[in-house]
């Protein structure tokens, strides 16, 4: 009698890979926020610009290339919470992710660390409380909605390897990026009221290319490109848009996109090569948004464990900069790039900790308690009536 054939083991998705905690995407933001501090070791300490630079022909350094993972995973985590919450629920929801670490870090730099700084540079607290321009009260009030004008207070760390180098007191130069991160939320808290992410899905389709044609385009046509990016807010803008939109494409396909070991694979030489060879921005970042969600859901199960109940890495992002500036200023450099890039983590990793436990947990504890509870369900009491 002739053996039967094997079934085909059935297809498993992105959004069935990735469903719950399974998955080891907060590991893999903690590893990019650690990546972060390497690429930022070089500049902060004095030894140069981050390599990642000379090794991708100028495209990406190692902290842009952690920031593009941040907010691919973003862009597929937020637009699927998207896809379930009510638009003010959702806001509330992003609003405690970001804020209360956000303002946080600002107090204890403005009220702690710079105090700490002036008192060791001026031997005397007299004069550091100002409402002027470059003070610490603007610090905290001209930074309070994420758009960040004041990077530095009075002349604090002007003489560290990094102020001497672009001749400002810099705290905290990782923060920039948050604003960035908060528009492209609107965005999907619009696309959400107006019913596209349920009925119209193309329309982000359309958003994403027409972000990637604005980033192609001043390579063909500099005048032009440049304008169009300006109008679109910058460069920046343009470029963390299209990658969050990469992640968000991924998030309402997920259920028609397999996990693919071949895949993957090509997906990862497309970005090796391509920051080898020039195009990264062609065809990189799409690969690599599909690389890393691939990386979360095959992880092995021991992976997957770490951080898949506490999330450290926004704690590590937004305090590593200014414990580099710290040690850099007490001299730590002068031991070598090693000795203090391994401090730097010693350091930052228990700010991130005591972050998540002490800041940003309680704060995600009030998101059933705010705005938009309830909303959901009375719409659809009312649509009894």
């Given at each position: ?5 094997a079934?085909?083991s ?13 998955n ?15 690429g930022?070791?070089?500049?902060l ?5 981050d390599?990642?630079?000379?090794w991708?022909k100028n495209?990406s ?13 973003s ?12 638009v ?13 670490g ?14 700490i ?12 409380v100002?409402t ?85 385009l001043?390579?063909?046509?500099p ?9 679109l807010?910058g460069?920046?803008?343009v470029l ?77 992002y ?9 040690l ?44 938009g ?12 009536v």
């Amino acid at each position: 009698m002739p053996e039967r054939a094997a079934r085909p083991s059935p297809r498993i998705t992105l959004k069935q890979a990735l469903s719950g905690r399974d998955n080891a995407l907060n590991l893999i933001r903690l590893v990019l926020a650690s990546l972060v501090i390497v690429g930022h070791t070089f500049p902060l300490g004095g030894f140069g610009d981050d390599p990642g630079f000379a090794w991708t022909k100028n495209q990406s350094s190692f902290g842009a290339f952690a920031v593009a993972g941040f907010f691919v995973i973003s862009g597929y985590l937020v637009v699927r919470s998207g896809m379930r919450s009510d638009v003010v629920q959702f806001l509330w929801f992003r609003f405690l992710r970001i804020f209360p670490g956000f303002w946080t870090v600002l107090l204890l730099t403005a009220g702690v660390l710079g105090p700490i700084l002036w008192l060791r540079e001026h031997s005397s607290i007299a004069g550091y409380v100002t409402t002027s321009p470059g003070g610490p009260l603007r610090y905290f009030s001209s930074n309070a909605t994420l758009k960040i004008h004041q990077y530095g207070i009075h002349d604090l760390l002007l003489s560290a390897p990094y102020g001497q180098r672009v001749g400002a007191s810099v705290l905290n130069g990782s923060l920039w990026t948050l604003v960035h991160e908060w528009r492209c939320y609107l965005v999907i808290a619009a696309l959400c009221a107006f019913g596209v992410l349920a009925r119209a899905r193309v329309v982000c389709v359309v958003i994403a290319a027409a972000l990637h044609v604005a980033l192609l385009l001043p390579s063909l046509n500099p005048a032009l490109g440049h304008r169009v990016q300006s109008v679109l807010t910058g460069h920046d803008a343009v470029l963390l848009t299209f990658i969050f939109m990469v992640g968000a494409l991924l998030g309402l396909y997920a259920d028609s996109i397999p996990i693919s070991d071949a895949a993957a694979a090509v997906c990862l030489v497309v970005v090796v090569s391509t920051l080898a060879a020039g195009g990264f921005v062609v065809l990189g970042y799409p690969s690599l948004g599909y690389l890393l969600l691939w990386a979360g859901a095959r992880a092995p199960g021991w992976l997957k464990r770490i951080g898949s109940r506490n999330d450290y890495s926004y704690g590590v992002y937004v305090y590593a900069f200014p414990v580099q500036m710290v040690l850099a200023s007490v001299g730590l450099p002068r031991h070598g790039a090693a000795a203090f890039m391994v401090a730097s983590f010693l350091l930052t990793y228990p700010l991130a900790v005591a972050s998540w436990w002490l800041v940003e947990k309680p704060s995600l504890a009030y998101k059933h308690r705010g705005p938009g509870r309830g909303l959901a369900h009375w719409r659809s009491v009312l649509a009894r009536v």
